[in-house]
Each structure stands twice: as structure tokens, then as C-alpha cells.
């Protein structure tokens, strides 16, 4: 963080959308000779929902090279219908000793309940579109897994995006300076499921 030593912030993400197999690094910050290291070629200013639709930040941005990195895995426990609400439970489990775990909706919901490894969400609204999504985040620490269960209607097509996030970057391109303040390089993995 910055202060009054380093009054500068510099930071880099990596982002990568395994259905399309693509990704890019990212700077929330002004480029700076670490930065720079990363995003060279092809650069360009925008949001983070332009490349990686979980989420919504202001950036500079290019292409990257791929990694070997995996989205988390999702994995269907059970999915019963009880006359006109559907409950489905799912384990989300990282692939790479990610620190949190995303899951936001795609398509349309309207929630009854959500379950989130044995405790209930309080819910500020149940109705849920594209474009104001559900989205939770869950600090899976070492055990690198979580429990979800959630009650929709049962004519809704249940679409997710699911993503982990971890609190490093799969290379380190040169050193930053000690004049920066950093909130942390990370690395984000997402895929696209549907129910």
C-alpha cells in the first residue's frame, strides 16, 4: 500500500479465460519499469469486463503468453427439483492453491436461497440478470475448496462463471523498484459453466 516511504502503488495481474484460451497481464496503476515488463506489446487502456467478465476495473492492458493453469473445478453434488424450485449443491475446488474462489451468474436467476459451506447467505434482493449479476467471493485458504448450495427457480437456466484467484503470478519478469508500494501481484482463472 502506498505511504509515506513509497508513495507509489504498482502491481500486475494475470488474467486468463480458459474457454477462450486467452490471457493478458494487467496494471490497475500508471506503467512503471516493473509493469512495463509485462505489458510492452500491443497495449491498451480499458476494463477488465472488456477481457475477463468477473470483473470491473479500470486498467492498461495486453496480450500474454499462456501458462499451464487451470480454472477451478465444479463438480455437481446433487440437483432435485421439488415442484417449482430447484436446488442444485456444487464443490468448487482450485486447481492451483488459489487463495479465493469466485462464482457469478450468467444467465438470469431468481434465488431462493444460497448455502455457502453449511451457512446461509442473507440475500439483499433474489433476482439476478446479466447485467447485475450474483457474484460472491469465498477465502478458501489451505483447504482450497468450498461447498455451495443454491435454490432458484426451477425453469432457469443456471449459467456460472467460475474463477479462482491467487496471490501470485505464474512468472516474474525482472524486479520492481523499492520506491513502489505494491497491494499485491495476482493471477485470476476463470471458466463458463451451465446447468
Given amino acids: 500500500m502506498p ?3 513509497h508513495q507509489k502503488a504498482s502491481d500486475i495481474t494475470y488474467f486468463y479465460d480458459e474457454d477462450t484460451n ?4 494487467g496494471a490497475r ?19 477488465t469486463s472488456d477481457i475477463f467478465p ?3 476495473w479500470n486498467l492498461t492492458y495486453s496480450e500474454a503468453g499462456l501458462y499451464d493453469l487451470k480454472a477451478p473445478n465444479i463438480t455437481v453434488i446433487s440437483d432435485k427439483t421439488n415442484v417449482d424450485k430447484r436446488t442444485i449443491e456444487y464443490q468448487l475446488k482450485t486447481n492451483r492453491q488459489a487463495e479465493e474462489i469466485f462464482m457469478q451468474s450468467v444467465s ?6 444460497l448455502v455457502i459451506n453449511g451457512k446461509e447467505v442473507e440475500l439483499t434482493e433474489n433476482k439476478y440478470t446479466k447485467n447485475q449479476p450474483l457474484l460472491w467471493t469465498y477465502v478458501v485458504g489451505q483447504v482450497g475448496e468450498v461447498t455451495v448450495e443454491i435454490t432458484v427457480d426451477a425453469d432457469d437456466s443456471v449459467e456460472w462463471i467460475v474463477a479462482d484467484r491467487a496471490y501470485s503470478i505464474p512468472e516474474t519478469k525482472g524486479e520492481r523498484s523499492p520506491e513502489y508500494s505494491t497491494y499485491g501481484d495476482n493471477s485470476f482463472v476463470m471458466k463458463k459453466v451451465k446447468y
Fill in 54 to 56: 468477473l470483473l470491473n
Fill in 3 to 5: 505511504n509515506a516511504e
Fill in 29 to 47: 496503476h500508471a506503467l512503471d519499469g516493473y509493469t512495463e515488463n509485462y505489458i510492452n506489446e500491443g497495449v491498451k487502456k480499458g476494463n
Fill in 108 to 113: 438470469s436467476l431468481k434465488v431462493f436461497k
Fill in 22 to 25: 486467452k490471457a493478458y497481464w
